[in-house]
């Protein structure tokens, strides 16, 4: 009788422990599609910057260009690590891109451009938390896969670790710089 009820108790705890796996994995891939939903929305922006850009700086066609060829990479990146390196280099062609704003004063003052530059800084703030969200999730998922007695039932049911979506150096840290109007300007 011990041995049939220690055994219903192993199978027991074996369900909850493989259900406990499957909830965080959901967890993972909800909070990655979470992230790529904020990364569509920034690739979709691009083409409206590039092309406001394109109006008062037509001579900047290198600029341009590199920022096409970065979201064109980033678009299709495979993975959190090749996705990050694409979203990384897209990140600072986008700084170069508004860095052309400052030698166009008239592009600088296109309200156009300042809505452009005003949503991809508020996308830039949802990529970042959804980006810790995930990063949180992972770990918590790469932990439970490899803790006794959990990793035993992930190593039976394949459960494999996820990778981090990490940034490569600290200067990819910094959100791109988004400056409205003149600096040292003052209401009257």
């Given amino acids: 009788m011990w041995i049939l009820l220690a055994a219903l108790a192993v199978v027991v705890v074996g ?4 259900n406990s796996l499957v909830g965080l994995r959901e967890q993972v891939d909800a909070s990655w599609s979470d992230i790529d939903v904020q990364l569509k929305r920034r690739h979709d922006l691009v083409p409206n910057l590039v092309e406001t850009v394109k109006g008062y700086a037509r001579h900047e066609e290198g ?17 959190p690590q090749k996705r990050a390196q694409a979203e990384n280099m897209l990140t600072s062609t986008l700084r170069s891109l508004f860095a052309l704003s400052e030698a166009y004063p008239e592009l600088k003052a296109d309200r156009n451009f300042a809505q452009l530059q005003e949503t991809l800084a508020d996308l ?21 896969i490899r803790q006794v007695p959990t990793n ?37």
Avoid at 15 to 18: C, E, I, T
């Fill in 15 to 18: 369900v909850l422990l493989y």
């Fill in 63 to 79: 600029t341009l260009s590199k920022v096409v060829q970065a979201r064109s990479a980033a678009m299709s990146a495979e993975g």
């Fill in 124 to 144: 830039e703030d949802h990529i970042q938390r959804a980006r810790r969200y995930y990063n949180a999730v992972v770990r918590d998922y790469n932990t439970r």
């Fill in 152 to 188: 035993l039932i992930a190593t039976s049911f394949g459960f494999r670790g996820r990778e981090f979506f990490e940034l490569e150096d600290d200067g990819e840290r910094d959100v791109p710089e988004v400056r409205f109007g003149s600096e040292g300007s003052t209401e009257g």
